[in-house]
């Protein structure tokens, strides 16, 4: 990344071009706060037709109008972009009349370009209004994309808000900060932490994210906006935060030294060898966590040291196929924090093919099978991981018992990433078996299978209909290719991209060319069933 001379990370401008919305707000039912000082919890919506087709947006309002747009919440980017109106690529197409209208904008005469692991984005640079939380911000400075490549996106999908680092950000790169209050390049979270007066801003500079699992109502996805949800953190000196890895430059994204992955076998532990890396601290392996994509990305021997513990080898394809009803019991311990156990159910999926099958695939893949470098880090923790924990992107040191230094403007930040386990390795394992195992729901009980047959039926014959029910469904519901996320990830700056975008890559695997991302639109009066509501039916047939 090349930034001007007399650039530092730790002086950036946290500029004030925005003011607290006039006019009060409809609050959606999961909203907490009122923002302001006070903070606000907004909801995050997952995208889905299959338990792991997902994606995960928030409305933002853009323009004078005010108009909506559903953007993806994106940990591992920088920068705000909305397909336009003059964009007529097939990706906007898709998009239909939800395309953004600069015509009303403010023109910056730059253009800026967003690489991605597949796919890039281009378009000119405006400045138009932004709301999001009752938080509003005249001047930001966000891409009217009018190329769009390989991005999936939907009318209920139109872009990316992007919340690594400031300093990550390839518009920054264009339009550098201004000194004085008028219109810059400044990111999103710069501009909203600055809002002036500052008694209006955020009265603590971080964000938070809680994502959903599918078909489980126990988390609900959430963006937090200087303050915590209240029923996920009670306790807000629970969470564990570090220091972030920096680059020479500063940092650019919220990156964490790996200091122990284990697996466990038959219920005893087998800690993997960890790589000498010049990418982390003293030596240690760093993970880049990026809400942006679908995969745990793991070097080739942290990969291959993981799937070994269990006896894996990768297939002629490249692949780890591990039968579907094999838990993966694997913890990340991070920095000096606990470790984080992860569920089963997020580490391996169906092969889109055979999506009643009895072998899946690995969600940890190395970066040369699916087609891109990974040159910042040893690993991209994506969705798999972050499901598990609820995390906070801090801008400030948190005193001991959680809180923040109360918002006072200031130029400097001193990133903390702040981790919270949500997964109960116990209960992930009852989950497991009752999803993979006993084919049931999530919502449902383990014991409801054990409820009264139709009469003159055995359990076999009932059990037999049941399966073939099963089957049957998932047949018709995979009928079409099953997707899973794949998302870019952004590359570190214009340095990065200058060495190659691995985006480019005609070698990507089946992973990702076969499990290809198609984000869903929202379920509505569709005829078509989801794949929770299916699940739901086939545990109803099994019981008659």
Same mark, same amino acid.
């Given at each position: ?35 302001? #000082? =006070?903070?606000? *919890?907004?909801?995050?919506? /997952? ?10 947006? @928030? %409305? !933002? ?82 891409? #009217? =994309?009018?190329? *769009?490549?390989?991005?999936? /996106? ?10 690594? @680092? %400031? !300093? ?105 060898? !960890? ?105 991209? !923790? ?163």
């Amino acid at each position: 990344m090349h930034l001007p001379a007399s650039t530092t990370p730790n002086t950036r401008a946290w500029k004030g071009k925005g003011k607290e919305q006039e006019h009060p707000r409809d609050l959606h039912p999961r909203e907490e706060g009122t923002g302001g #000082a =006070a903070g606000i *919890v907004l909801p995050i919506q /997952l995208l889905q037709e299959s338990d792991y087709q997902s994606v995960y947006v @928030l %409305p !933002l309002n853009i323009g004078s109008s005010g108009n909506s747009f559903r953007l993806q919440v994106d940990t591992g980017s920088s920068d705000l972009w909305v397909a336009s109106t003059s964009c007529s690529t097939s990706a906007c197409n898709n998009v239909g009349g939800s395309r953004y209208n600069p015509s009303t904008s403010s023109p910056t005469g730059q253009t800026a370009t967003v690489h991605y692991a597949e796919g890039e984005v281009d378009g000119p640079i405006v400045w138009d209004s932004v709301t999001l939380g009752g938080y509003n911000i005249d001047n930001q400075a966000l891409i #009217a =994309a009018a190329n *769009v490549n390989s991005e999936p /996106l939907s009318s209920s999908f139109n872009g990316v808000l992007g919340l690594a @680092l %400031p !300093l990550n950000s390839q518009i920054y790169q264009q339009i550098p900060s201004a000194t004085s209050d008028v219109p810059d390049g400044a990111a999103f979270s710069s501009n909203l932490f600055g809002i002036t007066p500052i008694s209006t801003a955020p009265g603590a500079r971080f964000f938070s994210i809680a994502l959903e699992r599918p078909g489980s109502d126990k988390v609900a996805s959430t963006l937090g906006i200087g303050r915590h949800p209240s029923d996920l953190v009670p306790d807000p000196s629970k969470i564990q935060y570090s220091s972030i890895v920096q680059e020479s430059v500063g940092p650019l994204f919220w990156q964490a030294n790996v200091r122990a992955i284990t697996v466990y076998v038959n219920g005893q532990p087998k800690p993997i060898n !960890l790589p000498l890396s010049s990418t982390g601290t003293n030596g240690q392996p760093s993970a880049i966590l990026d809400t942006g994509v679908p995969l745990i990305v793991a070097s080739q021997q942290i990969a291959y040291g993981i799937y070994g513990a269990l006896g894996y080898e990768p297939a002629s394809d490249g692949n780890f196929y591990i039968p579907c009803s094999q838990p993966l019991n694997i913890s990340i311990t991070l920095d000096d924090r606990s470790e984080m156990p992860l569920h089963p159910l997020d580490l391996t999926y169906f092969p889109p093919n055979e999506p009643s099958g009895e072998t899946c695939i690995g969600a940890i893949q190395t970066p040369d099978h699916i087609g891109f470098q990974l040159t910042q880090a040893d690993m991209v !923790l994506g969705v798999p991981f972050l499901r598990n924990t609820y995390t906070v992107l801090a801008y400030d040191k948190p005193d001991a018992d959680g809180t923040f230094p109360a918002n006072a403007g200031s130029s400097r930040t001193d990133p903390r990433l702040g981790l919270l386990s949500l997964t109960d390795p116990a209960t992930a394992a009852e989950e497991f078996h009752q999803v993979r195992v006993l084919k049931q729901p999530l919502g449902a009980s383990a014991g409801a299978a054990q409820g009264p047959t139709k009469k003159g039926l055995s359990v076999g014959i009932e059990v037999l209909i049941g399966l073939l029910g099963f089957f049957g469904l998932c047949f018709v519901l995979f009928g079409a290719r099953m997707a899973y996320v794949k998302r870019k990830w952004h590359r570190k700056g214009a340095a990065v991209a200058a060495t190659g975008s691995g985006g480019n890559s005609k070698e990507g695997s089946y992973v990702l060319n076969e499990l290809g991302y198609h984000p869903a639109p929202r379920k509505s009066h569709s005829s078509e069933p989801s794949e929770d509501e299916l699940r739901v039916k086939r545990f109803e047939e099994y019981k008659r």
